[in-house]
């Protein structure tokens, strides 16, 4: 499994294949009451097999899967305002908030909400944790401990981070080192990687398999998808958190967030669907299924999958973005980011 831009799940071929080719216009006359259609940003096709079909089981209500980019799931929902396909949506920060700024996402209160300390307004919800982190083929180059050795001639044409404003881990790389070392500090590092950078990558999840393979040395991604693929794909590559000069490593909290599509052609259903993702029964199993964190508070695991994470993480600083204060700032940001290394 890999984060790509890929259609998977409890659906039908011909129906997603008109989906992808058309933006989804052609889509409207298959949907019904026993269906809920979901946009969802690549990553957690582990735990969205099990939870869907123990979700059918429950309700009777077929799920739809269609896998993006973080940033593309948006862009589909924009496409589609005037005829909306999407039920529920499911991407990163900062794009679920630009969905909500942009009315493309309807209010509804989930149950359990309360018990999130997460990203979450009137109109989402966060739905499961995870984290920023790099990798690295260990076979081909010794885990760089810090950033500046990342500009080490050694890893010329050897390093690629997902693109900023496209993807939600490559937006995370830009914010996470604009607060380290400030917004022209993270421009000025960032255009001397370009040195190094293979080039643009909308996402994230295609690193996977290059950074495993040894086509290229290290990669961004993040922790959920990571552990994922190293423990199903047999991946040959460890995680890592590059350190500043003073050797604190730091890390950006980049959870996975839900919100009910405006117009959403089955309300019901994907209230259904989103009341069940957030209860305790499903979210005991985010860790287990998908080596993610629960998004609510009270839900306690204990597993194996659980305790990989927290190890991964041990010494790293999460930091909490203020993911309002991002969007406001984020067209500027990418403005300014593709300045700088693209000239």
Known sequence: MFRSRVITGLLAGALLSSLVACGGTG????TSTKTVTVYSADGLADWYKTRFEAFTQQTGIKV?????GSGEVVSRLQKEKSNPQADVAITLPPFIQKASADKLLQDFQVPGSDQVKGPKAADYVSVIDNYLSFIVNPAKTAQPKTFDELLD???KGKVQYS???QAGD???VLLLLQHLLGKQGALDYLKKLEANNVGPSASTGKLQPKVSKGEIFVANGDVQMNLTSIANDKSAFQLFFPATADGKRSTVALPYVMGLGAGAPNKDGGEKLMTYLLSPEAQQTVSGDAFGIPARSDVKPADANF???QKATAGVEIWQPDWTKVLA???ADVAA??????G
């Open 307 to 309: 305790q990989s994470v």
């Open 163 to 165: 693109t900023p404003g």
């Open 153 to 155: 001639a050694r890893f």
């Open 170 to 172: 490559g937006t995370a």
């Open 64 to 68: 739809q899967l269609v896998e993006a």
């Open 27 to 30: 889509a409207a006359s298959t």
């Open 337 to 342: 980011y593709n300045k700088a290394v693209r």
């Open 329 to 331: 700032d984020l067209d």
